[in-house]
């Protein structure tokens, strides 16, 4: 059996060449302020892989996603481990644009705590009076540079993710930029109407696109999972203050109260986070997790 080693590990994820495709693994680790705590979440890449694949074949009629396959049986011998049953996904290579394309619903976050000391978010001027976690009258568009690990991203505005773009695509910046702007804001709608007839708000959340062979624009990385969008309880939610979450939240407000752990979790902190991962599977899906 061939071994397959990472050609590139990310704080939560390794990627394998397999020649014309990539193959994703989703990993238990979990990250949170920039760092990879000490904890695994037993089923965590399973799950987040499992909720990709579901809003991949959701999406598809509004632009193409770079998802080929979830089965390990399609995948080289090496990746029919155990360890990678459920968390894998085959998919196609893509050349990926350097814009993260995050879209706001709901003012939350950081941009609550801008909008509080100037009215904006991102640089895009909101109506007064507006309350925490209220629902924006439209999404906005407020994407962001991608930074290397350690690094924060950068907040851009749609001006400047255009000559972002022309400056690695000359002639094409505009296009490109108009095209992820517009993808990023319908995928958006779509899904959050979905998720809330399911008893879910989707706040906010961040996609990535590349290219194809052929300059084409698709939808690549992960999708609408709990590590890349703040999902609210609907039956919670109350305007004026922050919301539960079933996202990586429960673990960040553990850590902030607990400034000396080392980023080491206690196993009910684990075992709460990863049941919120699962219910809201379920909940989206309609369907009960399993690898």
């Not at 394309?101 to 705590?113: E, M």
Request: charged content about 25%; hydrophobic content about 35%; overall charge negative.
């Amino acid at each position: 059996m061939t071994e397959y080693k990472p050609f590139k590990e990310g704080k939560v994820r390794e990627i394998y060449d397999n020649g014309d495709s990539l193959i994703m693994v989703a990993t238990d680790r979990i990250s949170a302020f920039d760092h990879i705590l000490k904890n695994k979440i037993t089923d965590k890449g399973a799950v987040l892989t499992q909720m990709s694949k579901f809003w991949f074949e959701l999406t598809a009629d509004i632009i193409p996603n770079h998802m080929i396959s979830t089965d390990t049986a399609d995948m080289p011998e090496f990746f029919r481990q155990e360890r990678f049953q459920g968390s894998s996904m085959m998919v196609k290579k893509l050349e990926m644009l350097p814009v993260e394309c995050i879209v706001r619903g709901y003012i939350t976050g950081s941009g609550w705590k801008s909008y509080k000391e100037n009215g904006t978010v991102c640089g895009i001027k909101l109506p007064e009076g507006l309350q925490e976690s209220q629902k924006l009258p439209e999404p906005i568009y407020t994407p962001s540079t991608k930074a290397e690990i350690g690094d924060h991203d950068e907040n851009i505005s749609f001006e400047q993710s255009i000559d972002v773009l022309e400056k690695q695509f000359p002639g094409r910046g505009l296009q490109y930029a108009t095209t992820l702007r517009d993808s990023t804001i319908a995928l958006y709608k779509k899904c959050a109407e979905y998720a809330l007839s399911k008893g879910i708000i989707i706040a906010d959340t961040k996609f990535e696109f590349g290219l194809d062979e052929n300059g084409n624009v698709i939808l690549g990385d992960e999708m609408l999972t709990p590590d890349s969008s703040r999902f609210w309880p609907l039956s919670e939610y109350k305007v004026g203050c922050g919301q539960p979450s079933y996202d990586k939240q429960f673990v960040r407000d553990w850590l902030t109260a607990n400034p000396d752990s080392d980023y080491l979790l206690p196993q009910d902190v684990i075992d709460k986070t990863i049941a919120k991962y699962k219910e809201a599977y379920q909940l989206l899906t309609g369907k009960e997790f399993a690898r």
